[in-house]
């Protein structure tokens, strides 16, 4: 019997993946051992892979300890490449599994870096597979142990040795197999997986007796697998949150497009046209020979009255969910948000910038006090003119121009968050919403009291305008 695996305590002590189980008991008197169960392991690789499908549409399971994850053009729904690596790292991690993720151009050089670099998180840019993979084993081209152990006896121990050997020796020592690894892992050929789908995940495929390659026929397939996936979704009185489209062409490959909506959808007019915005983001290269289209994420959704005109939302306010979704559909998930009230006094902290899609709200916070239209981004100081403490500037210069105050409200005072921030045990704001001659309205504060001088500088700065 030979380890199949082991816990980071036991890798400490010297124990590893393959070794007699009689060894590691004579290094380890207290070994804790116990049967492995293989079938078990291969049923929570299945449902791991499964939980990958949030961060992209295509995944697999990768026997015995691995997962597939096709991130392609579903990277930067996650914030990046980073980012998405980084949440799931940390699911790995809540489940208590150790792991070691890497992201490459192939399949075989993300298998490879994941095993053998060392890093537990390692990201290789476009093109360079080649240079990340040459220092690593042989091993690491997934090689079985009769071949790899007649390349170390030859002094060819790395990748990189390997690439500059003739590949004519090779193959008759060898076989095809050897280079056809290779190849894989340098991107020469392809290599596709075959994806894991949940078994309550709808998902529609269409295969065609000659290869589509124009946006006119990819057009009216997109219009079918969505009417059939709403009439699926109603029968189970959900909405669709995500959708997936897999475009699988003759060479093997895949090209995916991914939408989301606001709020749940069975319209079949509003999510086809969302999808057929993207079609021309698709190569078809040499023709798709099937079309896939999967909805990862549903949630319920239940019959509502539509009112003429516009269609209301609970609250009674228009509903922009269709136009939001257009909007991140063509500019971007990062270009599309709306502001999230924080429960902070200090104006340029008291909101923040998340997604439309996908994004939870804290509750309301609004101040009892008046808040300008634009807030500027730092506030920029200007020259005022007034009476201290508690007197409203009478004139101000901002940009050059001056300014003649004819009414003021004010002041309100705002302290610093001395709680979170240290800095800002004594920080004052006095601000005062004034009127200029031609009845624009500004936003400006005073820093400090006008008593104590820790408090502030006394300078005066315009904040926004109303």
């Known amino acids: 019997m030979v380890i199949a695996a082991a816990c980071s305590k036991s890798r400490g002590l010297g124990l590893r993946v393959g070794m007699p189980v009689a060894h590691a008991q004579a290094m380890v008197p207290e070994l804790v051992v116990a049967d492995a169960a293989l079938a078990d392991d291969a049923h929570a690789l299945e449902r791991l892979a499964a939980w990958c499908l949030r961060l992209a549409p295509l995944t697999a399971a990768d026997p015995p300890d691995g997962v597939w994850i096709d991130v392609t053009g579903c990277a930067h729904l996650h914030g990046g490449e980073a980012p998405m690596l980084g949440l799931l790292v940390e699911h790995l991690e809540r489940q208590g599994l150790h792991s070691q993720v890497a992201i490459a151009d192939t399949p075989g050089a993300a298998h490879a870096l994941a095993r053998f670099g060392g890093k537990p998180v390692e990201i290789v840019a476009g093109g360079g597979a080649a240079d990340a993979l040459a220092p690593l084993p042989v091993a690491a081209l997934r090689v079985d142990s009769r071949t790899n152990d007649g390349l170390r006896r030859l002094g060819l121990d790395l990748i990189g040795q390997l690439v500059t050997t003739p590949r004519g020796?090779?193959?008759?020592?060898?076989?095809?197999?050897?280079?056809?690894?290779?190849?894989?892992?340098?991107?020469?050929?392809?290599?596709?997986?075959?994806?894991?789908?949940?078994?309550?995940?709808?998902?529609?495929?269409?295969?065609?007796?000659?290869?589509?390659?124009?946006?006119?026929?990819?057009?009216?397939?997109?219009?079918?697998?969505?009417?059939?996936?709403?009439?699926?979704?109603?029968?189970?009185?959900?909405?669709?949150?995500?959708?997936d489209l897999v475009f699988e062409r003759v060479d093997a490959t895949v090209q995916v497009v991914r939408i989301g909506t606001a709020r749940p959808s069975r319209d079949v007019r509003h999510l086809a046209r969302l999808l057929d915005e993207r079609v021309e983001e698709v190569d078809p290269g040499l023709g798709v020979e099937a079309m896939r289209l999967v909805l990862p994420l549903v949630e319920p959704l239940n019959y509502g009255q539509q009112a003429s005109g516009l269609v209301a939302d609970e609250a009674g306010a228009a509903d922009l969910s269709e136009l939001i979704d257009r909007l991140v559909n063509r500019l971007g998930q990062g270009k599309v948000y709306r502001l999230q009230p924080i429960e902070s006094d200090v104006p340029e902290r008291s909101q923040q910038a998340v997604p439309m899609h996908g994004s939870a709200g804290t509750g309301p916070w609004m101040s009892?006090?008046?808040?300008?239209?634009?807030?500027?981004?730092?506030?920029?100081?200007?020259?005022?003119?007034?009476?201290?403490?508690?007197?409203?500037?009478?004139?101000?210069?901002w940009r050059r121009v001056r300014h003649r105050v004819i009414h003021a409200d004010g002041p309100e005072r705002i302290?610093?968050?001395?709680?979170?921030?240290?800095?800002?045990?004594?920080?004052?704001?006095?601000?005062?919403?004034?009127?200029?001659?031609?009845?624009?309205?500004?936003?400006?504060?005073?820093?400090?009291?006008?008593?104590?001088?820790?408090?502030?500088?006394?300078?005066?700065?315009?904040?926004?305008?109303?």
């Open 169 to 243: 020796p090779l193959a008759r020592r060898f076989g095809s197999g050897l280079l056809s690894r290779l190849d894989q892992a340098l991107g020469r050929v392809r290599e596709p997986i075959q994806p894991v789908l949940p078994p309550e995940t709808i998902s529609i495929r269409r295969t065609f007796v000659e290869p589509l390659s124009t946006a006119e026929a990819f057009v009216s397939v997109i219009l079918t697998l969505v009417g059939e996936a709403c009439t699926l979704l109603e029968r189970r009185g959900e909405g669709a949150r995500r959708l």
């Open 368 to 397: 009892p006090w008046p808040r300008p239209v634009r807030l500027l981004r730092r506030p920029e100081p200007i020259e005022a003119l007034a009476m201290i403490p508690d007197h409203p500037p009478r004139a101000f210069t």
């Open 415 to 466: 302290t610093g968050e001395w709680w979170v921030r240290s800095t800002e045990l004594v920080a004052v704001r006095d601000y005062w919403i004034v009127e200029n001659q031609e009845g624009r309205r500004f936003w400006l504060f005073r820093q400090g009291d006008g008593i104590d001088p820790t408090t502030g500088g006394l300078a005066w700065f315009l904040h926004g305008f109303f």
